[in-house]
């Protein structure tokens, strides 16, 4: 049996005795003070599906958000400040704390005022490891100070949109800053050496890796032992860390030719040292034999 909007209300109505005597008197004192605009049953129904409708809605794009979140492969990795801080100490970069706390608030409240997505301006790093340490700087602190979920929901996304476009060389500079910072005394020797990282893992062959430890080394050769030892124990913590190496299975091979070559470099170097000291100990042998009084034998 169909009812309609007035019918379901009126059943309703009845369940509750003396609910209509009450409504009809309750109704009118407020209709004649003005105070109240009094609505029939159908209009009711249609707030409370609008009502519905609106929660259904909202549930919907929770559930969708959710679906974009797992979608991704796996959740976003947080990191913690004293992480973050360590990786800035350890690539030599100047920090100003009221510039970085200036950036954070500045994308806390783009996360407020947007939203969907987060419009980096000019302010913001370029690079996108610099970027992705400030969004999750950002998170942290949207989270530690009980911010409203949207806003670090907001910062979260960002945090995963940027794993998804540039996850591997993030993840890789993360994974590499402990070999440049000691390979490098400056923030451009750790940049370079990073970069000669990315570089071997976009093309893992060992012509490519010996290219990058020259290019490493100082023009007389000097650093191409240290410049080999830090890339292959940095390419082995890319290998170690989850989502930076493509070719597990290249890079590990290349990995052991880097050590082969470190082992032969090594025996070079050795063996130039031996021979150099054998040098200096050896006598000077003339050209001629001498008599007893000096005179040069024939």
């Known amino acids: 049996m169909n009812l309609s909007p007035d019918a379901h209300w009126q059943v309703l109505k009845s369940l509750v005795p003396g609910a209509s005597d009450r409504q009809s008197g309750d109704t009118a004192a407020l209709a004649q003070s003005g105070r109240v605009t009094v609505k029939d049953g159908a209009s009711l129904l249609a707030d409370a599906a609008e009502e519905i409708g609106l929660h259904l809605n909202e549930k919907i794009e929770r559930r969708l958000h959710a679906e974009r979140r797992v979608s991704a492969g796996r959740p976003i990795r947080l990191m913690t400040i004293d992480q973050i801080n360590t990786y800035l100490e350890k690539s030599r970069q100047p920090q100003d704390p009221q510039a970085l706390a200036g950036q954070v608030r500045g994308l806390i409240h783009e996360a407020s005022a947007q939203r969907q997505g987060l419009a980096y301006g000019a302010h913001h790093p370029r690079k996108p490891t610099e970027r992705y340490l ?25 945090i ?3 794993e998804a476009q540039a996850g591997p060389r993030v993840f890789a500079d993360l994974a590499s800053i402990d070999e440049g910072a000691r390979f490098g005394e400056s923030s451009e020797d750790i940049s370079r050496f990073q970069d000669s990282v990315h570089a071997i893992l976009s093309k893992p062959s060992l012509i490519q890796a010996f290219q990058e430890a020259l290019t490493l080394a100082d023009q007389n050769g000097r650093r191409l032992d240290s410049a080999v030892q830090n890339l292959m124990q940095a390419l082995g913590d890319c290998l170690a860390t989850q989502g930076v190496v493509r070719d597990r299975t290249l890079l590990e091979a290349l990995v052991n030719e880097l050590f082969h070559l470190k082992y032969l470099n090594t025996l070079f170097v050795d063996a130039k040292s031996v021979i150099r000291d054998v040098r200096r100990r050896q006598p000077r042998r003339q050209k001629h034999p001498e008599h007893d009084d000096g005179s040069v034998i024939r």
């Open 134 to 158: 400030l969004l999750q700087r950002a998170a942290l602190t949207a989270r530690a100070e009980k911010l409203s979920p949207r806003v670090v929901e907001q910062l979260e996304d960002a």
């Open 160 to 162: 995963a949109h940027l």
